[in-house]
């Protein structure tokens, strides 16, 4: 499954894709530093990308999981988004993460990223809830979430450790409109 965005390519990751990874963490690393968990200098190698990729991988082929990637024409990623923890059974639910590249900032990428992402977990894997969490002051998260129709349930107390810190979270909850 292939789909284009605004003339960029949105794919499943694949095994062959951690030197891309590799590189869009290192290029991004300052820009999404405040948003994720610590990471040490062996976390940035090109070898540390390949198990992380080959594990995401494993994750989708267990139906686990499900990564997208959004690649410019030169093969550059310019955004990623995770399905993780997908629950089967009476639940039929995931986590969203998501990340863009600084370099594609305020272009909506993201946004119509996401619409196709979430559309394809709906209608594809048959999932009745989507649900994403952000830091309360992550504004770009927050409205690109609430344009996407998620709707805020609730608030977490130190939910993560983000940047080294126990930060609190909003959760947020996208519901299948077709369920």
């Not at 590189?23 to 690393?29: D, G, L, P, T």
Request: aromatic share 8%; hydrophobic share 35%; net charge neutral.
């Amino acid at each position: 499954m292939e789909y284009c965005v605004e003339g960029y390519c949105l794919r499943p990751l694949a095994c062959d894709d951690f030197e891309r990874i590799s590189r869009y963490e290192r290029v991004n690393r300052r820009h999404l530093q405040p948003w994720e968990p610590l990471r040490d200098e062996e976390y940035f190698t090109t070898g540390n990308a390949k198990a992380r990729v080959e594990q995401q991988v494993n994750n989708m082929q267990a139906d686990n999981a499900l990564c997208f990637l959004l690649l410019a024409e030169s093969g550059e990623v310019l955004a990623r988004c995770n399905y993780t923890n997908i629950v089967r059974g009476v639940f039929q639910a995931c986590h969203l993460g998501f990340s863009l590249a600084e370099s594609a900032q305020g272009r909506g990428l993201m946004n119509k990223t996401l619409q196709v992402t979430n559309r394809h977990c709906f209608e594809q894997l048959g999932l009745h809830r989507i649900m994403a969490n952000h830091l309360p002051r992550n504004v770009r998260s927050e409205r690109i979430l609430e344009s996407l129709g998620f709707e805020k349930e609730g608030h977490a107390r130190a939910y993560l450790k983000i940047a080294g810190v126990w930060e609190d979270h909003t959760l947020r909850s996208l519901i299948n409109p077709e369920q």
